[in-house]
C-alpha cells in the first residue's frame, strides 16, 4: 500500500486481485448484487482517496475491511435498519434452538443443496454475527484482526464469530457435514 | 475448532465463489490509474514512462532556455512549463529583476514576497472551515462537569496527571474523543474515513436533538484507560481538530 501511495500502479493491482473477491463476496452475503457492487466500488475509491494517509501500524487488509464494514454500517443506517445498534444478546449468549434429539437416520443429500442452503443460513445471520464470520472465511482474518475491523473488543468477536458457527451448525442439513469421511 | 466446525468452513468456501464482474474491476483499475497519472509530480517515480516523460520536459526546457537567452535574462521564464522546482525560479527571478533595474533615487522600494509556507502535510486543517461547532447541551455540559471535571479543566501540558480513578470505574467506562459533529453525513463519513486511514478507530454515532435536529458525531475511542484518551485528544487535537471527549 505503501508503494502505491507513492505511485506504484502494480502494487494496487497486486493488492486488488488479492482482496477482489473476498470483499466482494463480504458486501455479497449482507445485500444485493447491486448494492454490493455500489459498495464494493465506493470501499476501494475510499482507499484510493486516503491511500497516503494510509499508515503501516494496522494492516492493509484490516484497514480495507474496517472501511467496508463503515460502509456497511452507514448503508444500513440509510436503510433505516437498527440491528447494528442494538444492544447485542450474543455477548451474554443467544438462545441457540436446540438441535432435535432423534433425527432419525441420514438421508442422501446432494452437494450443491448443501452449498445452497449454507449460503441462504449465512445470509439469514444476525448482522454483527454474519460480519464475524465473513471476516473469518472471506478475509481470512485472526480473532485480533476481527474485533479492529469491527471497532470492537477481541472477546467480544470471538462470541461473535462463536455464536455464528453453533447457529451455522445446528441448522444446516445433519448430513451436509456428516456426507464428508 | 470442532471437525464439525472445519467440514463447515470448507463447505462454505466450496460455495463461496462469486467474483467481481470484469466491468467492476476495470471501474476500480481506472480509479487507480487516473489518481497515480494525475498526482505523480515525482521526476523519480517508478514508471519508466514518466520518468522518460520528465526527461523529456527537462530537456526540452534547457533547449528553450539556450534558445532564448534575452528573455529569460529579464523577465519571464515560459509560463507554460511547469516544473517541480518553479518556487527556485520565482527567486531566482525576482533577484534578476532587483540586481538589473535602474534604481531612480537610490533607495530600496521593492518588497519581497513573504516566504511561502513549508506544507506541514496536515491535511485535516483543509476541514475545519466545515466543521460545525456544536452549541453546549446544559444536560450535557452538566453531566460531563460531574464526570469529568478531572480530565476537561486540565492544562493540556499537566493533563497525564489526572487525580486517580478507582479501579473498577476505570474498568467499566469506556472513554470516546468527539472529533467532530455535522448536520452533512457525508462530512461524517469522510472525517471517519480520515481517521480510520490514520490508525484511529473511529466511528458515527447519529445523535437526534429534542428540536429534531440530526447530528452526525465522528468518535474515536473507546479508550479504557484515561491516559490513552488524553493522549489521543492531544493528537488529534494537534491535527487541528476541535475535540471533546465524552464518558459513556
Known amino acids: 500500500m505503501l508503494r502505491y501511495a507513492a505511485g506504484d500502479l502494480e502494487a494496487f493491482q497486486r493488492l486488488y486481485a488479492l482482496h477482489r473477491g473476498g470483499l466482494y463476496r463480504y458486501f455479497l452475503r449482507q445485500t444485493n448484487r447491486t448494492v454490493a457492487e455500489e459498495l464494493f466500488q465506493d470501499v476501494w475509491a475510499r482507499l484510493i482517496q486516503h491511500r497516503k494517509r494510509y499508515r503501516p501500524e494496522a494492516s492493509f487488509k484490516t484497514w480495507l ?36 434429539p432423534d433425527p432419525g437416520p441420514p438421508r442422501r443429500v446432494d452437494l450443491r443443496d448443501c452449498l445452497e ?34 471497532n470492537t473488543g477481541a472477546e467480544t468477536a470471538k462470541s461473535r464469530l462463536r455464536y455464528a458457527m453453533d447457529r451455522l451448525r445446528s441448522a444446516i442439513a445433519r448430513e451436509c457435514l456428516e456426507s464428508e469421511s | 475448532m470442532s471437525e464439525h466446525d472445519d467440514r463447515l468452513s470448507r463447505l462454505y468456501r466450496q460455495s463461496s465463489q462469486e467474483t467481481p464482474s ?74 534578476r529583476i ?28 483543509d476541514l475545519l472551515p466545515e466543521l460545525e461547532v456544536e452549541a453546549e447541551i446544559p444536560e450535557e455540559k452538566a453531566r460531563r462537569r460531574t464526570q469529568q471535571a478531572p480530565l476537561a479543566n486540565e492544562p493540556a501540558g499537566t493533563s497525564l496527571a489526572t487525580p486517580p480513578v478507582p479501579a473498577a470505574e476505570k474498568k467499566t467506562l469506556s472513554r470516546y474523543i468527539q472529533a467532530g459533529s455535522f448536520r452533512n453525513e457525508q462530512q461524517a463519513t469522510d472525517l471517519r474515513d480520515r481517521l480510520t486511514a490514520l490508525g484511529y478507530r473511529a466511528s458515527i454515532a447519529a445523535v437526534t436533538r429534542d428540536d429534531g435536529a440530526v447530528y452526525y458525531r465522528v468518535q474515536v475511542g473507546p479508550y479504557a484507560q484515561d491516559a490513552d484518551a488524553i493522549a489521543a485528544r492531544q493528537q488529534l487535537d494537534s491535527l487541528g481538530l476541535e475535540t471533546r471527549q465524552l464518558l459513556e
Open chain 2, 22 to 95: 470484469s466491468q467492476l474491476d476495470r471501474a476500480v483499475l481506472d480509479m487507480a490509474r487516473k489518481s497515480v497519472h494525475r498526482k505523480v509530480y515525482s521526476p523519480f517515480g517508478a514508471s519508466w514512462l514518466v520518468r522518460g516523460a520528465t526527461v523529456g520536459v527537462m530537456v526540452l526546457g534547457v533547449l528553450l532556455f539556450l534558445t532564448m537567452p534575452e528573455q529569460t535574462s529579464y523577465y519571464d521564464v515560459p509560463r507554460d512549463v511547469e516544473r517541480p522546482s518553479s518556487r527556485v525560479d520565482e527567486g531566482l527571478k525576482e533577484e
Open chain 1, 117 to 150: 442452503q449454507l449460503l441462504q443460513l449465512v445470509s439469514g445471520l444476525p448482522d454483527l454475527q454474519r460480519q464475524a464470520f465473513l471476516l473469518r472465511h472471506e478475509a481470512g482474518m485472526t480473532l485480533a484482526q476481527i474485533a479492529e475491523a469491527m
Open chain 2, 98 to 125: 532587483e540586481s538589473d533595474e535602474p534604481r531612480l533615487d537610490g533607495t530600496t522600494t521593492k518588497h519581497k514576497q513573504p516566504a511561502m509556507q513549508e506544507d506541514t502535510g496536515l491535511e485535516f486543517h
Open chain 1, 65 to 100: 475491511y474496517t472501511l467496508a464494514h463503515n460502509r456497511l454500517v452507514d448503508y444500513w443506517r440509510r436503510e433505516g435498519r437498527r440491528t447494528v445498534n442494538e444492544p447485542e444478546r450474543g455477548v451474554d449468549g443467544y438462545e441457540l434452538e436446540s438441535a432435535d
